[in-house]
C-alpha cells in the first residue's frame, strides 16, 4: 500500500486509493467495460495540483496516466498514479481575439456553449460529451473536417506538465517541437492543464442525418461513394450502416433492423445546402429526414451520438481510396446480410482540408486518407476480449486493398487493424520530443 498522506497535503482535490469511499467513482470513465484499478487517483482542481501530482510519481518512480471523460479508454489502468482532469471545467472566450482558453477537463458542450453567444465556434468533435483535450492531442476529425480540417490545426498553445515536473507553455514561440508534438502526437507527452483554441466564426450552418431502411443501404452506400468522388470541399459527410438490437430501448418502428445513416454538414446558407444535399435525398425514399438549417450550438445533432457511459469497443483504420469494388466489398462484409457483433460500421469522407497541414507543421498523421473506417461492437463486455478482435481482424483483412498506408491516432484504439499512426521519420522525431521533455518516462508510451 503507498502512502499517500503527504500528497494529501500538496493537492488541493481529492487523493484516493483503493477502498476508499469514491475511489471507483474517480477512476471511471464513458466506457463501462473499462474498470480502472491504479495505485493512487488524484482528482486535480489546479496546474498546481497537476504539478504535485507528476512530482510525486516521479519521488515513487510510478507511471503516471490521464483521465477527462474517458471516451478513449480501451484498457484497463492497474498501477501507478491517475490523474483525474473532470474538476477542470472552465472555458474563457476572448471574442476579439477568437480564441477560447479551455481547461483541461472540459468538454466540446462547454466551448459550444461558451462560444455561440458571439458567433464563434469551435472546430471540435463530433459529440459535445467528448473531452477537449484527449482528442486535440490525436488530432481530431469532426463533422466540419472537409471544410475546416483537423481540430487539433485550430490550436495556438497548451499549458503542460511535462514528465521533468516543469509546467511549460507551448506555442508556435514557445517549445516548439513540444507544441509541433501536441498537435496529433497524443500520448507520453505530458498533461495538459489548458488550451488555447482558435475559434471561427459560423454565421450559418446545414445539417443532419438522413435514414435510409435495409432494402436501400446498397443503392444508399453505392450513391454515397459516388457523391465523395465530386463532393464541394466545404461539403463533410459520412455514411453508417447501423445495426439496431430487439430491445425496448431503441423505438419501436427501428427496433431490430438495420438502416443506412447518412450524415451531412454545410457551414452555410440553408439555400445553397439544400441543394448541395438534394443528390444524398435522392438516393432512396428516405424513412427519417433530420437536416436542415442548425444553430452551431445544435452541431451535436448532425451524429446524435449517445452522450450517457456504456460499455463501448470501437476501432479503425484510414482509407486511402474508393472504388466499385469497395462498394461490394463492405457491403459483403458489414452490410445487411453480414452476421457481425457490430452495431454500427461508419465511413467517413476526408480530404479537402484535411490534407492541408499548419504551416509550422503538427504530428498529425494520416493526412493523405481519404475516408476513415470506424467499426463499433454490440455493447456486450463479454465479447471484447475475443469474439469482437477477431471479428475485426477479418473485416480489416478483407478491406487491407484500400487500407491507408498510415491513420490517425484517435482512430486507432486498440489498433486491430495494425496501421501505423504516423510515418516512420514523425515516430522519430516524437520519440525525440518524449526524450526531452519525459527522459524517466514518467508518462507511459501509447
Do not use: C
Amino acid at each position: 500500500m503507498i502512502d499517500v498522506t503527504e500528497l494529501r497535503s500538496r493537492v488541493t482535490g481529492p487523493v484516493l486509493t483503493a477502498g476508499d469511499p469514491g475511489f471507483a467513482e474517480e477512476v471511471a470513465g464513458y466506457n463501462l467495460a473499462i474498470t480502472h484499478s491504479p495505485d493512487v487517483a488524484i482528482g486535480v482542481t489546479s496546474a498546481s495540483d497537476v504539478l504535485e501530482a507528476v512530482l510525486y510519481a516521479r519521488e515513487l518512480a510510478l507511471p503516471v496516466r490521464v483521465q477527462s471523460t474517458g471516451h478513449g479508454a480501451s484498457a484497463p489502468i492497474t498501477d501507478g498514479v491517475l490523474v483525474t482532469t473532470k474538476r477542470l471545467t472552465g472555458v474563457t472566450v476572448d471574442p476579439d481575439a477568437r480564441e477560447a482558453v479551455v481547461a483541461a477537463g472540459a468538454r466540446w458542450g462547454d466551448v459550444i456553449a461558451a462560444a455561440a453567444p458571439f458567433g464563434l465556434a469551435p472546430v471540435g468533435g463530433a459529440s459535445p460529451a467528448v473531452g477537449v483535450v484527449g482528442y486535440l492531442v490525436g488530432g481530431g476529425l469532426g463533422p466540419l473536417s472537409r471544410s475546416h480540417g483537423f481540430s487539433s490545426d485550430h490550436v495556438r498553445g497548451f499549458t503542460v506538465v511535462t514528465g521533468r515536473g516543469d509546467l511549460v507553455d507551448a506555442s508556435e514561440i514557445d517549445n516548439e517541437e513540444l507544441f509541433w508534438a501536441l498537435r496529433g502526437g497524443k500520448d507520453g507527452l505530458g498533461i495538459v492543464t489548458e488550451v488555447r483554441l482558435a475559434l471561427v466564426e459560423l454565421p450559418a450552418l446545414y445539417g443532419g442525418s438522413l435514414l435510409f431502411e435495409n432494402e436501400h443501404v446498397e443503392a444508399v452506400l453505392r450513391g454515397w461513394l459516388d457523391y465523395t468522388a465530386s463532393a464541394p470541399d466545404d461539403v463533410t459527410t459520412s455514411i453508417a450502416l447501423l445495426r439496431f438490437p430487439p430491445i425496448d430501448a431503441v423505438p419501436e418502428p427501428m427496433r431490430g433492423k438495420n438502416f443506412a445513416a447518412l450524415r451531412f454538414a454545410y457551414p452555410g446558407p440553408a439555400g445553397k445546402g439544400e441543394r448541395l444535399a438534394a443528390p444524398l435525398r435522392a438516393l432512396a425514399p428516405v424513412f427519417v429526414d433530420s437536416i436542415g438549417a442548425l444553430a452551431p450550438k445544435d452541431i451535436g445533432l448532425i451524429h446524435n451520438d449517445p452522450d450517457a457511459p456504456t460499455p463501448a469497443w470501437s476501432d479503425g483504420t484510414l482509407l486511402s481510396h474508393a472504388d466499385p469494388d469497395l462498394a461490394d466489398t463492405l457491403l459483403a462484409t458489414v452490410g445487411p446480410g453480414a452476421r457481425i457483433p457490430f452495431v454500427a460500421a461508419e465511413v467517413r469522407h476526408l480530404g479537402a482540408a484535411t490534407r492541408i497541414d499548419v504551416p509550422e507543421g503538427s504530428a498529425v498523421g494520416g493526412r493523405s486518407g481519404a475516408y476513415a473506417f470506424t467499426l463499433i461492437g454490440v455493447p456486450e463486455p463479454s465479447l471484447f476480449a475475443k469474439i469482437i478482435p477477431e471479428a475485426a481482424q477479418q473485416i480489416f483483412e478483407t478491406l487491407r486493398p484500400w487500407i491507408n498506408d498510415e491513420t490517425t491516432v484517435n482512430f486507432s484504439s486498440p489498433g486491430v487493424a495494425g496501421t501505423p499512426a504516423w510515418s516512420g521519420e514523425m515516430m522519430d522525431r516524437l520519440a525525440a520530443v518524449r526524450r526531452t521533455h519525459d527522459p524517466d518516462r514518467v508518462f507511459p508510451r501509447g
